[in-house]
Nanobody, 126 residues
């Protein structure tokens, strides 16, 4: 059974930075895809970033491109999302998700991700 756990959320002022982490436990296939999603109150869940196992392929939503960076430490089974120049509209619950079948071409589709963390709240406010 694969389990994901996010950490690192919190309150940050506009323009600030924050790192959220996602630690994976349990057995996974050798080439899975990790994604970060977020959901703000009253809005649908949206993809923020994704990465394949090696990190050679990364994806960013237009709204975060140039501000957010996804990275992986496979030895530690951890994926990071570094968020810079944060804006109030980045306020949301952030979720990490894992697709064990490595379907990179469908990385923005939340339905391909089998495993999800419980989420961590990120609030950007002065």
């Amino acid at each position: 059974q694969v389990q994901l756990a996010e950490s690192g959320g919190g309150l940050v002022q506009p323009g600030g930075s924050l790192r959220v982490s996602c630690t994976t436990s349990g057995r996974t296939n050798s080439n899975y895809v990790m994604g970060w999603f977020r959901q703000a109150p009253g809005k649908e869940r949206e993809v923020v970033a994704a990465s394949n196992l090696s990190g050679t392929n990364t994806y960013y939503a237009d709204s975060v491109k140039g501000r957010f960076t996804i990275s992986r430490d496979n030895a530690e089974n951890t994926v990071y999302l570094d968020m810079n120049s944060l804006r109030p509209e980045d306020t949301a619950v952030y979720y990490c998700a894992l697709d064990p079948r490595g379907r990179w071409s469908s990385r923005t589709d939340s339905r391909i991700y089998w495993y999800w963390g419980p989420g961590t709240q990120v609030t950007v406010s002065s």
